[in-house]
C-alpha cells in the first residue's frame, strides 16, 4: 500500500510533455529520453497540427515540444493556436530549420525556447527544466541577440534578407525551395493560386530578385543550406 501511494506521488509530481513531430522516430528517441527522466513524463504525441490541438486538449501537458515542420501545416501556426488556450502550455521548439532565421519568430510567436535537433541529444533535458523553470532557452549565440531586439521591440534587418520576411513570406519561399508549384503551395496552405503569386511577388520584391527564376535558386539553395536531406 505505501508503494503504490508512493508511486502515484511520484507520478503526480511529473511534468507532463506531449512532442509533436511528423517523423516517427524522432518521436520514439525523444519520447524514450524524456520518459528516462524521475521527473518528467511523455503524456501524448502528434504529427500533424489538427492531431496535436485533439491531443494537447485532452492531456493538458505542461510542455509542447514542437517541431516546425509538421504534416499539412506548419510549427509557428500550432504556437500560435495555444496561446488561445487556457492554461497555455509551454512551448519549446526542436527543429531542423536555421535557429537564426526561426528562433526570434518562435519566440515571438508564444515559444519559451528553441533548439536545433543537432543539439538536441545533449542539451534537450537542459532545454526542457529551464522552459519548465519558467526561463527562455535559446543557445548561448543567439540569446544575448535575439532577447536584445525582443525588449526593444523591433527587428534588426538588413536590405535582401530573408529576416524581412513575413511568417507566411518565409513558408511559400520555403516550399518553393522544395520544388513546389504555386497550386501545390495554394493546397498545403489552404490559399488560391493568385494568393500565393501575389506572396512570391512580395518575395522578390523584398529579397531583390530579378525573376521566378532567381527565386527559385535562392530558395533552393537556402532550403538545401538548412534543412537535412
Known sequence: ??????????????????????????????KQMINREPDLTVCGEAASRNEALNVIATTKPDLVIVDLSLKESQGLDLIKDLQANEPQPLVL??????????AERAVRAGARGYITKQEATKK???????????????????????????MAGQQIQSP???????????????????????RQIAEELSLDAKTVETYRSRIKEKLELRDAADLLQRAILWFHSTDSP
Open 1 to 30: 500500500m505505501g508503494s503504490e501511494k508512493q508511486h502515484k506521488a511520484a507520478r503526480a509530481s511529473q511534468a507532463r510533455v506531449v512532442v509533436v513531430d511528423d517523423h516517427p522516430l524522432v518521436r520514439e528517441q525523444l
Open 160 to 182: 535582401a534578407s530573408l529576416e524581412n520576411l513575413t511568417d507566411r513570406e518565409l513558408q511559400v519561399f520555403r516550399l518553393i525551395g522544395q520544388g513546389h508549384t504555386t
Open 124 to 150: 534537450i533535458l537542459e532545454a526542457i527544466r529551464r522552459v519548465l523553470a519558467g526561463e527562455i532557452y535559446l543557445s548561448e549565440a543567439l540569446t544575448s541577440k535575439v532577447l536584445t531586439k525582443l
Open 93 to 102: 521548439v526542436v527543429s531542423m530549420h536555421d535557429e537564426s532565421l526561426y
